[in-house]
C-alpha cells in the first residue's frame, strides 16, 4: 500500500496550453520473523534466527511521477530493500531498484537496476499466493534455482495495453549490458567476451483476471565463448492462473521453465532442466489465505541431479495493512550438490554468472508483515 505524499497541479504558460501533474509517493513494508532452516542432507543442526523477509524482503519505497502532457509521463522508482533470509543477506541487499520510465502513447520505456523481463508484471497478477500482498510463502519451489532478474544495467520496453473483446496483452522486451564489449577478432572469431542479455516476452489477461498469461525468452551471452557456447544460457518461462469462481477467491496457477547452457569453467559440463510448479491458494474475502506448492525439476543434463519441493502456508490479516503468516518448505534433490559454478543467471553477476546450490533444506518460519 502506497499512501500519495504531495499531489501539486500547476498550470503552465507555454502557448497557454501547457499542463503538468506531479506527484510522490512513500510506501514499503516491514517483516520480522522466526526462520528454523535445515540445509544438507547430513546436516547436524537446524539454524535459527530472528530476521527479517521470511516471507516478502522489508523495503521502503519512493516514487515520484509527473504529467507533462495527456499520455506523457516520466516516472521514477526507488525500491530499498533490506536483506532477505532466503539471500543469505543482511543490511541493505544489493536488489533495490532504482529505474526511471518515460511513458507515451507508444509504450513505456525505462532504464536503471531493475528486473528482467521474465520477472516483470504490468498486466497479470504476481505468480505467488496473495497478489495484493506480495506474499511469497509459496514460491515456485526449485523455480528461480537457475535464474535472478535483477540487473543495473537493463532498458526494458513495454507495449500499450491491446485490447481483443475480453482479451487484453501486450509485449515487452529487455536488454542489459555486460561487463565488457564484443570484441570478436579475425585471429578467433568464437570469442566475443560480451556478457549481454536480453529477454522478450508477452502478457495476456481473459475476462478482467479470470485467466492469466505470461510467456518470456531470456539469453544470457556468453563470456570467453569457446567450444560450443561456455557461459551462455537459455532460460524460457511460461505461467498461467485461473480464478475459476466468480468471488475469484480461488486461484490454480502452474509454470513451466526450461534451463539450458554450459558452464564457463568447465565447458564439457552442460545443464539442461526442465521445471513444472504446481500452486493452489485460496483467499477468504480478504481475511485469511492459505496456500499449497509443488514443484518438480528435472535435471537432463550432465549432473542428473533432480529435484523436488513441497511448500505450504497461510497469512491471517489483522488488518488491511498487517498481517500474520506461517510457512514450510521442504525440497529434496537425488543428492547432495554443493556450489555448482557457472551455472545461473544473476542479473548484478560479472558477466551475468552466478553459482548455484543443490541441496536439501527444510525451511519452517513465523511472522508478522506490516505495509504502509
Known sequence: MQKKLIALAVAGLMSGAAFAQTSVTLGGKFDACYSFTRTGYQAGKTTEALTDGCNSSSRITIGAK????????VRVDYDVRFGNVHEGKSGVASNDKKAMAFTTPAGTLQWG?????????????????VTPKDTELVKFGVS????ESLTSRNTSYWSPVLSAGPVKGLVKASFATGDNRKTANSADTNIYGSGDAYSVGVEAVVLDGLLDFDHDYTRRSTSGLSSGGAGGMIYTHTYVSLRPLPSRNLKISA??????GYNPTVVTDIFKEKNTNFVVSYNFDGKAEVGLGISHLNDLGASRNSGRAIMLGGSYFLSKSVQLYAGVAKTNFDYDQGTI??????????????NISKQDSRVVKVGIMKEF
Do not use: C, H
Not at 116 to 126: H, T
Not at 255 to 260: C, G, I, L
Open 255 to 260: 509454470s513451466f521453465n526450461t534451463y539450458r
Open 144 to 147: 528461480q534455482l537457475r535464474e
Open 66 to 73: 509527473e504529467t507533462i502532457a495527456p499520455g506523457y509521463d
Open 113 to 129: 537496476t531493475a528486473n528482467l523481463v521474465s520477472n516483470e508484471y504490468k498486466l497479470v497478477e504476481k505468480p505467488y499466493m
Open 341 to 354: 559454478s557457472g551455472g545461473k543467471y544473476t542479473g548484478t553477476g560479472t558477466n551475468f554468472v552466478g
